[in-house]
């Protein structure tokens, strides 16, 4: 069993920046892949980024490529989402979650355990 805890979620002016936390606790985190996801209203829940277990290897979509960064300390138990240049199209609630596939994933059926999702609204 995987414990995710999401924080950092708010609000934002167009063109900020936001850092989201993850904080982990059970299965060895060092060990699993790592992602986050998001969902604006009336949407499905889409892939926004994926980190393999060392941390060395980082996937994204094409959406937020140049703009978000994914980061994890494994000493820390802690995957980060480090989100700049912020657009309205950004709103929606963000969700860290967590595979045993050690690579990370792009597939949300690939994910075996979710956060309870962090708020995050960029006005214009």
């Known amino acids: 069993q995987v414990q995710l805890v999401e924080s950092g979620g708010g609000l934002v002016q167009s063109g900020g920046s936001l850092r989201l936390s993850c904080a982990a606790s059970g299965r060895t985190f060092s060990s699993i892949g790592m992602g986050w996801f998001r969902q604006a209203p009336g949407e499905e829940r889409e892939f926004v980024a994926t980190?393999?277990?060392?941390?060395?290897?980082?996937y994204y979509a094409d959406s937020v490529k140049g703009r978000f960064t994914i980061s994890r300390d494994n000493a820390k138990n802690t995957v980060y989402l480090q989100m700049n240049s912020l657009k309205p199209e950004d709103t929606a609630v963000y969700y860290c979650a967590a595979t045993i596939y050690s690579t990370g994933s792009r597939s949300y059926a690939e994910y075996n355990y979710w956060g309870q999702g962090t708020q995050v609204t960029v006005s214009s």
């Open positions: 980190i393999n277990r060392s941390g060395g290897s980082t």
